[in-house]
Each structure stands twice: as C-alpha cells, then as structure tokens.
Nanobody
Framework: QVQLVESGGGLVQAGGSLRLSCVASGTLFSINTMGWYRQTPGKEREWVATISGGGSTYYADSVKGRFTISRDNAKNTLYLQMNSLNSEDTAMYYC???????????WGQGTQVTVSS
C-alpha cells in the first residue's frame, strides 16, 4: 500500500510562487510515474504534470513554462514548483503515484492553492 501526503499549498498573490511537495510512504518499489492533478469544485480533475520513473517530464499546456515537476527518489518526494501563478491556478492539488505492477493509482488528500488578485 502507498500513502501520499501533499503539502506546500496556501494563499499567494498573482505572480507569486509556491512549491508543493508530496511525500510517499509504504510499498514503493513498484511506483514508476508520478504526477500532479488539480480540481476545482464542480469540475473534473485536471492533469497538470507527470514525471516518469526515468525522469521524463510532461506538462499540460496551461502550465507549461510556469510549472516544473521534479522528484527526489532518495527522499521519496515529488515536487511541483509553481511560478507566475494566476487566478486560474486556484485549485486543490493532488499527488498521484502509479503502481506499474498492478496499474493502480494512489492519491493524496490534496493541498489547497489559492491565488489572489
């Protein structure tokens, strides 16, 4: 079983930056890709960024050039550096870990990011 705990969210002014963290614990040997998603009330969960087990990164068009996903495998931690934040980035941000052995996805409880104007 895998547990994910996000942190780093908060209130930030437009144009500001935040760094989100996701610490994974449990049985991690089969985890390969990890990613960040976000969701606002009444809308479907939106994919933000993914990093593969080999370090390849992928971004949604809405965040490309502003957000950077990274991972520190030694610390079992996933990061999302968010720069040039705007009101459209306001959402609950969720960490996802994929289990390649079972094709299961694990989700954290989320961390709220609110961007004020």
């Amino acid at each position: 079983q895998v547990q994910l705990v996000e942190s780093g969210g908060g209130l930030v002014q437009a144009g500001g930056s935040l760094r989100l963290s996701c610490v994974a614990s449990g049985t991690l040997f089969s985890i390969n890709t990890m990613g960040w998603y976000r969701q606002t009330p009444g809308k479907e969960r939106e994919w933000v960024a993914t990093i593969s087990g080999g370090g390849s990164t992928y971004y949604a068009d809405s965040v490309k050039g502003r957000f950077t996903i990274s991972r520190d495998n030694a610390k079992n931690t996933l990061y999302l550096q968010m720069n040039s934040l705007n009101s459209e980035d306001t959402a609950m941000y969720y960490c996802r870990a994929h289990n390649r052995a079972t094709n299961d996805n694990y989700w954290g409880q989320g961390t709220q990011v609110t961007v004020s104007s």
